[in-house]
T-cell receptor, first 112, second 113 residues
Framework: GESVGLHLPTLSVQEGDNSIINCAYS??????FIWYKQESGKGPQFIID?????DKRQGQRVTVLLNKTVKHLSLQIAATQPGDSAVYFC???????????FGKGTRLHILP | DGGITQSPKYLFRKEGQNVTLSCEQN?????MYWYRQDPGQGLRLIYY???????QKGDIAEGYSVSREKKESFPLTVTSAQKNPTAFYLC????????????FGPGTRLTVL
């Protein structure tokens, strides 16, 4: 089906540790993927994107990995900080009708 | 500063009333979108517009209407026909419909009393 899902709804990580948020997508035709961060009561904020011709892309403290073989996307956040507490969700651009499908999100808690 | 704005941030409506949510962008983006977000849920697409004077229904368009008379503006009207309108509404824009990230506004929380 056309769905973008997440393996864990809530993730708690110690401040300073690295965190990994996972996302499974179902459509092998999807060719563009985005990670967003949403803080409480605010609109989603773009973090990083990756196109299907790549398997890794790095930003500032964040890395996105794309495994097309198993249709899996992950977001790695290095040295997590209190400000990283938010809901993170992935989105896929489904080429068939140009839809962008958003996942439900994973809430990341940063423990002091 | 370039960006996308929504107003108001909080909106209260009595049952049976129509209400219009504002969305403005100065990013010169062609595409604009309206999403609805319910607690613990992902974003669901209400309407989108790829160009001025054109718009398409999304997955949950019933009870909503939009207009796109100007490139910068994409207002959403929540009509009395919408059975469960209380939600967080998000407007977004992108350079074009596909292949580019969407920039989101701060959202409007609508509560029906």
């Amino acid at each position: 089906g056309e769905s973008v899902g997440l393996h864990l709804p809530t993730l708690s990580v110690q401040e300073g540790d690295n965190s990994i948020i996972n996302c499974a997508y179902s459509n092998s035709a999807s060719d563009y993927f985005i990670w967003y961060k949403q803080e409480s009561g605010k609109g989603p904020q773009f973090i990083i994107d990756i196109r299907s011709n790549m398997d890794k892309r790095q930003g500032q403290r964040v890395t996105v990995l794309l495994n097309k073989t198993v249709k899996h996307l992950s977001l790695q956040i290095a040295a997590t900080q209190p400000g990283d507490s938010a809901v993170y969700f992935c989105a896929e651009n489904w080429g068939r009708d140009d839809k962008i499908i958003f996942g439900k999100g994973t809430r990341l808690h940063i423990l002091p | 500063d370039g960006g996308i704005t929504q107003s108001p941030k909080y909106l209260f409506r009595k049952e049976g009333q129509n209400v219009t949510l504002s969305c403005e962008q100065n990013l010169n983006h062609d595409a604009m979108y309206w999403y609805r977000q319910d607690p613990g849920q992902g974003l669901r697409l209400i309407y989108y517009s790829q160009i001025v004077n054109d718009f398409q229904k999304g997955d949950i368009a019933e009870g909503y209407s939009v207009s796109r008379e100007k490139k910068e503006s994409f207002p959403l009207t929540v009509t009395s026909a919408q059975k469960n309108p209380t939600a967080f509404y998000l407007c977004a824009s992108s350079i074009s419909r596909t292949g580019y990230e969407q920039f989101f506004g701060p959202g409007t929380r609508l509560t029906v009393l």
